[in-house]
């Protein structure tokens, strides 16, 4: 089993950043891609940006410029730095992260982090 821990959720204002981190553990597995994810109250969950193994990234439209993940492929970690954050920002974020354990393909999610921002 891989095991998604998130951490770096708060309260902050319009304007202001918040780092988010995932660190994943198990053993006898690969990562393939992770990524970040934010479900708003009454939407659908949404990928905000994610970034494979080689280190491409893909960002949501709705968080170009503003936001930057990046991964430490030897400890299996993902962060997400989010600068100029906005109300509509405000969302559970989850990580999440694709790959192989013991030959077969996993697609696992963090628990989820929530991150509000106040007008």
């Known amino acids: 089993q891989v095991q998604l821990v998130e951490s770096g959720g708060g309260l902050v204002q319009a304007g202001g950043s918040l780092r988010l981190s995932c660190a994943a553990s198990?053993?006898?597995?690969?990562?393939?891609?992770m990524g970040w994810y934010r479900q708003a109250p009454g939407k659908q969950r949404e990928l905000v940006a994610s970034?494979?193994?080689?280190?491409?990234?893909n960002y949501a439209d709705s968080v170009k410029g503003r936001f930057t993940i990046s991964r430490d492929n030897a400890k299996s970690t993902v962060s997400l730095q989010m600068n100029s954050l906005k109300p509509e920002d405000t969302a559970v974020y989850y990580c999440?992260?694709?790959?192989?354990?013991?030959?077969?393909?996993?697609?696992?999610w963090g628990q989820g982090t929530q991150v509000t921002v106040s007008s």
């Open positions: 198990g053993s006898r597995f690969s990562i393939n891609a």
């Open positions: 970034i494979n193994s080689g280190g491409g990234t």
């Open positions: 999440n992260a694709k790959g192989i354990l013991l030959g077969l393909q996993y697609d696992n």
